[in-house]
C-alpha cells in the first residue's frame, strides 16, 4: 500500500540519480507484530513536578512471567537541566520483584493523598481500601489522570552494585 509522503517545503526533491530505498521485507515484518511502548523516557534524578497521564498494568510480552504497574507523566518542571518541560516521563515497577509492591504503595499514598480529603495512612493498610484505589487508577475511570504531583529521584545502587533511579512520590500535605 502506498502512503502519500509529506514534505518539510514543496521544493524539496530527491535527486533523479538516488534510487528510493525500501524497508527490507523483514523489518516490516518485525515491526508490523512489534508492541509499541509507553514513553520509554525514564525520571532523572531531580525534583519534578508532574501531571499524571496514564497508569496501567501489563504482562510481559516475553512470557517470563513478569508483571509490571506502568505510570506515564508529562513533566510541567524540573530542577535538572537535562529534563525539559513537556517531556513524557515514565516509570516502570515490576511488581514481580519483591520491591514491586512498596513502589506501588508510595505511588498510591501520593495518589490518595491527593483525591480524598479525609485521607489517613493507616488506609494503606486496608486491603479492600488498596484494592478499592487500585481499581480506580487503573479501571477505565484513570482517577489518578490529571493530577498534578511532586516526585523526587535520586540514582542509588541496587542490592547488585547497578545504579538505580529511586522515585519518590510526594504525600500531599
Known amino acids: 500500500m502506498a502512503l502519500p509522503l509529506r514534505r518539510s517545503s514543496p521544493t524539496t526533491s530527491t535527486p533523479a540519480a538516488t534510487a528510493p530505498v ?78 514491586g509492591p512498596g513502589n506501588v504503595k508510595g505511588f498510591l499514598m501520593c495518589v490518595a493523598s491527593h483525591l480524598y480529603e479525609d485521607y489517613n495512612v493507616q488506609d494503606l493498610e486496608d486491603e479492600g481500601f488498596i484494592g478499592e484505589l487500585l481499581d480506580s487508577v487503573l479501571m477505565e475511570e484513570q482517577a489518578a489522570t490529571g493530577l498534578v504531583v ?16 529511586k522515585v519518590m512520590w510526594e504525600v500531599a500535605e
Not at 521485507?25 to 531531580?46: C, E, I, M, T
Not at 513533566?75 to 511488581?95: A, E, F, H, K
Open 22 to 99: 525500501r524497508a527490507s521485507s523483514g523489518l516490516a515484518a518485525r515491526a508490523a507484530r512489534a508492541q509499541v511502548y509507553g514513553a520509554g523516557n525514564y525520571f532523572k534524578d531531580g525534583k519534578h513536578e508532574v501531571k499524571i497521564r496514564r497508569v496501567l498494568e501489563k504482562n510481559s510480552d516475553r512470557g517470563n512471567g513478569k508483571a509490571y504497574f506502568i505510570i506515564e507523566c508529562e513533566l510541567l518542571s524540573s530542577n535538572n537541566p537535562l529534563c525539559r518541560t513537556g517531556d513524557l516521563v515514565t516509570q516502570i515497577i515490576d511488581v514481580t520483584k519483591d520491591t
Open 150 to 165: 511532586a516526585v523526587n529521584c535520586a540514582t542509588i545502587a541496587t542490592r547488585a552494585g547497578t545504579p538505580f533511579t
